[in-house]
Every structure is written in structure tokens, then in C-alpha cells.
């Protein structure tokens, strides 16, 4: 009966595996479709935009542009939605001004798909171009902290510190932008109903906040919209805000009065949020027996003009190790781009990348291996908020890492291509583990079988399987009697899918309203059962869809046909534990990695990678592990293949192709070994669970740059680390 810490398969794959799993874009009802112009100039106004040739055009329903935006949607409008950062939110067609290169700037709506595409070729645009500002490089004289959150507290004396240390490093690391490539791409179809009201199907990490994007937009409320999203091909993090084809497919649909699909092209997938490109400069030092003595973090990262997005970043320098003399700065710059969008770890696996790299910099002009100068300055509580950790078992997985790996022994392993150069590298990772308040409704029919909803979502996690294997654990029934709903704005409400907290939260909330039937159902049996209506609830055992009772079974079913009913329900709020105030939660892994370096080419390839982690109480293994191979493969390409190309002179998108933006593909991916060490947490949640789905990310791409140092002598200091530079260094 147990499911809680087993392997136990998807119970959306037959689904998935046979197309019957319904996506955004995969609703079948008879629609007109929507196909987006965007500018080619970054900043400037649109002077004339003449649409009669495309209107004409066979099979053309409506265009929308500025010119012909319904007034209502100007006038006290809120565009904001849960995540917005700081500033002005991007509003589609709002007016002829032009914020960034790849803005949308009209919109076809036509038979086909086809149709609409050709149509948009036949509009012609004429701007007057102003100067913009270009990369963040070309303007970091612009950089202020005045548009950034203060991070966390600096503390001591850094100062004096880093001038009394013994050893001492200043670097500066830069990271690309990198931009999200889901499998699904960002689609929404709107069904308008005869009476106004409209079903929308969008691709959302959390169906609330499309809903809050509508509402304030369009005054659209919960009685006249119904936001659904049954399955998310992939997002962590391109779905967190609600995209603009939300706005458009929506807009033509009220306008048309008729069902509206849009579908974002790959191209189109360049033209929003992205992991900003940021720059670090570290100043570390230490005694002569490896202990931190100061450490500095300094980052400026980039942001739009008209949004001021920001990451904890330079947080995690002032966390990881001990050290008493710490000073973070983080500053923001404004770019003539769209608004960056978080992405799988947002802030943590930009921050720990510089840090664990400059950690090994400095480890080496000490002389001190890098494992155990990370061993020499562990922490075991919080510095930055000074709270103890709700648990850290990170040293253990420093233990078992270094042997699955064989780090001790690592410089007598065989080299067999004399024309490669192997080397070995490694850092430590750590994600937040935090709760959100999150509600539930569960209801079981006379059949005995449960139906639990919720309106959180699925990006591929595996949410459908955990939640169930969560609630048949705490009801005592087989996997096979549990249906658990999601993504549904008619369903009780729930954070976003993101974060990693979607276990902790909503599986929470699970284990709680399970918790509650229990006593509802123990309630009816004693009500309709008078000779054990003194019976004390802890005397009571709950397996196999039965009430036990010292000799004596009933049934759910029994139970509910002696009380006439066809259906118990129940729902329930849970809050955050009280833990999640009192003490910090983080999961944390130790990841190392071979890699060979060609002496003539300078090709980089990685032959191994091995990650042990500490993420509390595991589900599933099976899903848990499949978000470590899935995160570990992204930061592999973070390391050595993603790179988002912007033309500085006409601020586009070069690369915006899966031909020229190159991520991991089968070809690289060799040798991938993950593993859990057994961590007890009764303070971070309920269920005492981490989330994983960030944390294989988080110090990857350091372990791989200091692998190809201990190979070629040669430190690479940005992202991506190209053949090129390997070659130049």
C-alpha cells in the first residue's frame, strides 16, 4: 500500500504517451487563428501603418494594431499580473511607441493559420528610429542600485578582512542571456461562448494568474472567464507571467465574437522573457589554512526600460560558507529589450556560479584541495538571516559524492586519447525549500473513489502522480482510486508552479484535507453506529478503503450507503509551517564532473557527471530523479552551448533558431549518475519534503569551468565557454 518514497510511474502517462493529453494549442474547436508583426526597430514610433492590402487578403477576419485598440482597453487598465516586477508592465498596442526589437505591433486574425501568417507580410510599417540602449556592457554606466532590491545585509568588516587575508582573488564572471525553449511553445485558445463568457486554454505555470491578467485587462471575472490548463509541455519559468498571446487571442476573440487560437512561432518564442545576461565581480579572500576571511559580490544584471526585474543573486555569497566579513551589491541596468523573465533557479544558479567558481580560484592559490576548502568553510545555519537551517545534510552529501565519483583518486584515472586533456571539477549547489499557502477540495462517491482538486499545474514534473500517491498514502486506498484535478481556475486556489515548492505546498494541502476525511468519515461511521459512537478517533486504523476497528472493517462505501449518501466532501487552506518563520530552508548537493578538452581543437565535452543531493523526504524517486537528469542536462548547456546573440546596433535577436541557438542535444549527454542521501526535516513542511526541480542547475555550470581549468591550466570566465575560448585563453 505504501506510495510515499516509492518509484512509482506517471499516472499521466498513458495519456501522454498515446496524444490523448490535451495542451493549449491542442483544443479542437473550430477557431480563427492569430499570427503576430513584430517591429523591426528597438526604439522609436511607428509613423504610418497601412493594413489594406492584408485586410483584402482571402480569408482575413480582423487586424488589430494601435490604431484601432478599443479605448477601453487604455483607460484605467491594470496589465499587471502576480509577478510583474517594479514599473510599467509591457501593454500590446497601447500606442506607436516602440520599446524593444520583436515587439508585437500587429495582430492578423484570418481562417487559417496560414492565411494569417501571409497576411502580415502584406502590412507596411514605416517608423522614425530613435538611438536605444544597447547591451548591458555598452551601458553600465547607467547601472543603479536605486532600481534594485537591497540583498541581503553586509556584515563585518570586508574591508580590513580582505587586506589582512593571506590569499587573495579578484575576478569578473559573465553570464549570456539564455532564453526558454519548452518543447510546447506558448499557445492560448479562447472559446467564446453565445453568452459573452469564454473558456480560455493557456500554457500558465498557474491558471491564476492568467485569470488576474484578464480581470484586470478586460474585466474579465471568475463568473464570465474560466482560465484551463490541463498540461504544460515544459516551462519552469517562460510560463510563470502570463505571455502576450494571452492578450491578443483574447482581444480578437471578444472583438470577433468567435473562438481564437494563437500559437507562438519558435522565432516568436526570442520576442519575451529571458535569463538576463549579469556580471559579476568577486573579491575572496582566506587565511593560509583556507578559512574565509572576506568575501565580495558584486552584480549588475539588465532589465527593460519600462519593468525593473531583479534576482536574488548575490544573496547565496552571503549564505553558502562561513564567513564573517561579507559585502553584496546588486545593481540593474536598463536595455532596449523586453523584460527578463525568470528562469529554473532564477538568481541562485546565476549567484552560485560565480561564487563556486571564484570559491575554486581561490582554493587554488591556497594550495588546498577544492572539497575540503568547501569542508574547512561549511555553515550550519543561516548568516544572512541568522536562523538555523530546518536541516543541512550537505556534508553527507560531500561523503558520498566523493566516493560514487572516486574524487580522492581522481588524478589516477587512465587517460586513453593522448590528443585529450581530462580534468576534473566540482561546486556545491542549494535551493530554497519554502511553502505557499495553497486550498484543496476532496470528494469521495459511493464507489469509493476520491477526487481531489486544485488549480495548480503540471510543466512535466510529474504534480498528477505525486499528488496522487500523496493522498492514497493518507487515505489508506490504492493509487488506482485517487483522480486528482488540476489547472483550472474553477478549482480552490494555489501558488504557482514554481519555486519548487509545488510539493511542499500543495502536496501539504493534500496530506491535510486526507487528514480531515479521515475524521469526517470516522464521524459519519459513529453517528450511524451508535454502540461506537465513544469510540476515540486514535483508537481507529484507516487501510484498504476501510475503517478498522479492533476485530471489525467497514468500508468506505458500507459507511456512506448507511448514511444515505452519495458523496463526502471536504476542503482546506493550508498555511505555510510555522518552521518556514523560524528557520531557513534549502536543499543542497555536491556535483562533480569529468571533462576532456582536445589539445588542437578545443572541443569540450563532459563524459561525467555525478550530483548528490539532500532534498528532504523523496515522493518519488523516480520523478525526483527525472528533474535532476532534466536540470543537470539545462545547466550542461548553460555551461558550454546557450547563448542568446543580440545585434547591438539594431538590438535584435540574432539566433532566435534552433539551428543557431544550440542547447544540449542526445549527442552530448554521456554518463549521468544522480543520488539522494536520507534527510529528516520536521520544520521546513508537513510532509517534510524539498523540492528538486531548480537544484541540479545550481552549481553545474561552476563544476564544469573549473573542471576544463584542472584540464587545460586556462580559466574561463563567462558563459557560455565556447572551443573559441578554450583556443584564445
Not at 69 to 74: A, I, Q, V
Not at 444 to 469: H, P
Not at 525 to 536: C, H, L, T
Not at 542 to 568: C, D, N, P, V
Request: aromatic share 10%.
Amino acid at each position: 500500500m505504501l506510495n510515499i518514497g516509492n518509484k512509482q510511474k506517471r499516472v499521466d502517462g498513458p495519456q501522454k504517451v498515446t496524444g490523448k493529453a490535451t495542451y493549449a494549442a491542442d483544443i479542437t474547436s473550430q477557431f480563427y487563428h492569430a499570427y503576430v508583426l513584430q517591429s523591426t526597430i528597438a526604439c522609436g514610433s511607428i509613423t504610418a501603418i497601412d493594413t489594406s492590402a492584408a485586410e483584402a487578403f482571402e480569408g482575413v477576419k480582423g487586424i488589430f494594431t494601435h490604431k484601432n485598440l478599443p479605448e477601453r482597453l487604455k483607460n484605467k487598465v491594470d496589465y499587471t499580473d502576480p509577478l510583474s516586477p517594479p514599473g510599467k508592465p509591457f501593454r500590446p498596442f497601447y500606442n506607436d511607441k516602440i520599446l524593444y526589437n520583436g515587439q508585437p505591433i500587429a495582430l492578423v486574425v484570418a481562417q487559417t493559420f496560414e492565411q494569417a501568417r501571409y497576411a502580415s507580410k502584406l502590412i507596411k510599417v514605416t517608423y522614425e528610429e530613435k538611438k536605444f540602449k544597447g547591451s548591458l556592457s555598452e551601458n553600465l554606466k547607467n547601472a543603479s542600485a536605486d532600481r534594485a532590491p537591497e540583498p541581503a545585509s553586509n556584515r563585518g568588516d570586508f574591508k580590513k578582512a580582505f587586506k589582512n587575508s593571506d590569499y587573495t582573488i579578484i575576478r569578473e564572471y559573465r553570464q549570456s542571456r539564455n532564453y526558454h525553449n519548452p518543447m510546447e511553445p506558448h499557445a492560448t485558445s479562447v472559446e467564446y461562448k453565445s453568452d459573452g463568457s469564454l473558456v480560455v486554454y493557456d500554457k500558465i505555470q498557474g491558471v491564476a494568474s492568467s485569470l488576474k491578467y484578464l480581470n484586470g485587462v478586460f474585466g474579465l471575472g471568475a463568473d464570465t472567464v474560466q482560465v484551463k490548463s490541463d498540461f504544460v509541455g515544459g516551462a519552469f519559468g517562460s510560463g510563470l507571467r502570463p505571455q502576450y498571446q494571452l492578450f491578443m487571442a483574447t482581444l480578437a476573440a471578444l472583438e470577433l465574437k468567435h473562438n481564437v487560437q494563437m500559437v507562438m512561432t519558435r522565432a516568436q518564442m526570442f520576442s519575451f522573457g529571458y535569463r538576463p545576461e549579469v556580471i559579476h565581480t568577486m573579491k575572496l579572500g582566506c587565511s593560509k589554512d583556507g578559512i574565509l576571511q572576506a568575501l565580495s559580490h558584486k552584480t549588475v544584471g539588465e532589465t527593460s526600460t519600462f519593468e525593473d526585474f531583479n534576482e536574488t543573486i548575490v544573496d547565496w555569497s552571503g549564505l553558502l560558507y562561513k564567513c564573517e566579513n561579507v559585502n553584496l551589491e546588486y545593481e540593474l541596468t536598463p536595455v532596449q529589450s523586453y523584460t527578463p523573465l525568470d528562469m529554473r533557479a532564477p538568481g541562485g544558479v546565476s549567484g552560485v556560479y560565480a561564487l563556486e567558481c571564484a570559491i575554486d580560484e581561490l582554493a587554488h592559490e591556497a594550495g588546498i584541495d577544492p572539497l575540503e576548502f568547501r569542508r574547512k568553510n561549511y555553515v550550519d545555519y543561516d548568516q544572512n538571516e541568522d536562523k538555523p537551517f530546518t536541516s543541512k545534510e550537505l556534508m553527507a552529501c560531500y561523503a558520498r559524492c566523493e566516493e560514487v565519483f572516486g574524487w580522492k583518486n581522481r588524478k589516477d584515472l587512465s587517460k586513453t586519447e593522448p590528443h585529450l586533456l581530462t580534468g576534473y571539477g566540482m561546486a556545491t549547489g542549494s535551493w530554497e525549500a519554502l511553502q505557499q499557502p495553497a486550498s484543496v477540495s476532496l470528494s469521495m462517491n459511493e464507489e469509493g473513489t476520491f477526487t481531489i482538486k486544485c488549480a495548480t499545474a503540471d510543466i512535466g514534473t510529474g504534480t498528477y502522480t505525486v499528488m496522487s500517491q500523496i493522498a492514497a498514502d493518507k487515505l489508506g486506498v490504492s493509487i488506482e482510486k485517487i483522480k486528482f484535478m488540476l489547472g483550472d481556475t474553477a478549482f480552490p486556489d494555489s501558488p504557482i508552479e514554481g519555486g519548487s515548492w509545488t510539493v511542499s505546498s500543495v502536496g501539504s494541502a493534500v496530506a491535510s484535507v486526507c487528514e480531515k476525511f479521515k475524521y469526517r468519515i470516522a464521524d459519519v461511521w459513529k453517528r450511524n453506529n451508535p454502540d461506537y459512537q465513544a469510540v476515540a478517533f486514535g483508537d481507529i486504523s484507516f487501510q484498504k478503503g476501510k475503517l478498522e476497528y479492533r476485530s471489525k472493517t467497514f468500508s468506505f462505501t458500507e459507511i456512506m450507503q448507511q448514511a444515505s449518501k452519495e458523496e463526502l466532501s471536504i476542503a482546506h487552506s493550508e498555511s505555510p509551517a510555522e518552521g518556514q518563520n523560524t528557520h531557513s530552508g534549502y536543499a543542497h548537493c555536491c556535483v562533480m564532473v569529468e571533462v576532456t578538452v582536445d589539445k588542437d581543437l578545443g572541443i569540450i565535452k563532459v563524459p561525467r557527471l555525478v550530483n548528490v543531493s539532500a532534498a528532504g523526504k523523496i515522493i518519488n524517486p523516480k520523478t525526483a530523479e527525472n528533474q535532476l537528469l532534466g536540470s543537470m542536462v539545462w545547466g550542461l548547456g548553460m555551461a558550454l552551448r546557450e547563448e542568446g546573440m543580440v545585434d547591438t546596433r539594431y538590438g535584435r535577436v540574432m539566433n532566435a533558431n534552433f539551428a543557431e541557438y544550440h542547447i544540449a542535444v542526445n549527442a552530448d549527454i554521456h554518463d549521468i549518475h544522480t543520488e539522494f542521501v536520507e534527510e529528516k526535516d520536521d520544520k521546513v513542511n508537513p510532509l517534510g519534503a524539498k523540492g528538486v526541480g531548480e537544484l541540479g542547475i545550481v552549481g553545474l555550470a561552476a563544476a564544469i569551468s573549473n573542471a576544463i581549468f584542472d584540464a587545460t591550466g586556462k580559466r574561463l570566465r563567462k558563459l557560455p565557454m565556447l572551443l573559441d575560448d578554450v583556443l584564445e585563453a
